[in-house]
């Protein structure tokens, strides 16, 4: 039977082409979204044209019941889930200072608690399967730390320190735990970046320009398919960052 794949916040930007790369593969794809259902079924009606069938899914999955919801249409209508990605996020841009309780709370669980939590819904069919394969998407800032953005750099590090826990405690059920961690990849994240601001970053990054959301696509589109990596922060990033 096909491969089941959950891409979260799939409705755009990196996770709508990470959804599209998982179909054209064959792969059964629920392509969850939150609020945008017209950005969804565009995807959907995209794809169809070219004649592929995916499935979208309202969940907000920073909260337990949404994404429990998710995870159980996926288990009724296929009976497996063989893919976790891990792709919703938000970002928050303001200093340290002025961050509320709410703004922690909102971040750290779009960003975090939702891969936790969405973690936790799959992992009982996968250790049954004993098999998977689980992408979380982090970020550059949680590998080195990001001015402004504080609460957001300490998720997608939590990200990362679930990422290299989880392998080692699921690695003898044959599933797979990794972290991809883009760079400046040009999506509606970084809308508030001007022309100028991008040109002054591709300055410094080594291959000279952000990234697009088909470059993170592809590494996922890698990772579902090898058998050999686990635990690993794969910086895509142009070189901006190497560690
Ligand atoms: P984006 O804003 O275009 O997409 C984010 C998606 O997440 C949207 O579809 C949004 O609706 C969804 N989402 C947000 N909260 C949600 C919730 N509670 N439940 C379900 N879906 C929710 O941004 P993007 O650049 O495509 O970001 C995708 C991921 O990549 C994020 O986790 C982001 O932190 C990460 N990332 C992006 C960049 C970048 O430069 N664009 C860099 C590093 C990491």
Known sequence: MDRVAIVTGASRGIGREIAKELAYKGIKVIANYNKSIEEAEKLKKELMQEGIEIDIFMADVSKREEGKSLVEFALKKYGK?????????????????????????????????????????????????????????????????????????????????????LAKELGPSNIRVNSIAPGIINTDMNKNLSKTDIERIEEDIPLGKIGLPKDIAKCVGWMVDEKYTTGQIIGINGGWCIN
């Open 81 to 165: 889930i063989d893919i976790l990605i891990n792709n919703a996020g938000i970002s928050e841009y303001k200093l340290f200072t002025d961050e509320t309780d709410e703004d922690w709370n909102r971040v750290i669980n779009t960003n975090l608690y939702s891969a936790f939590m969405m973690c936790q819904e799959v992992i009982p069919n996968m250790v049954r399967n004993q098999s998977g394969c689980i992408v979380n998407i982090s970020s550059i800032w949680g590998q080195v730390g990001s001015s402004l953005e504080v609460i957001y750099s300490v998720s997608k590090a939590g990200m990362d320190g679930l990422t290299k826990a």
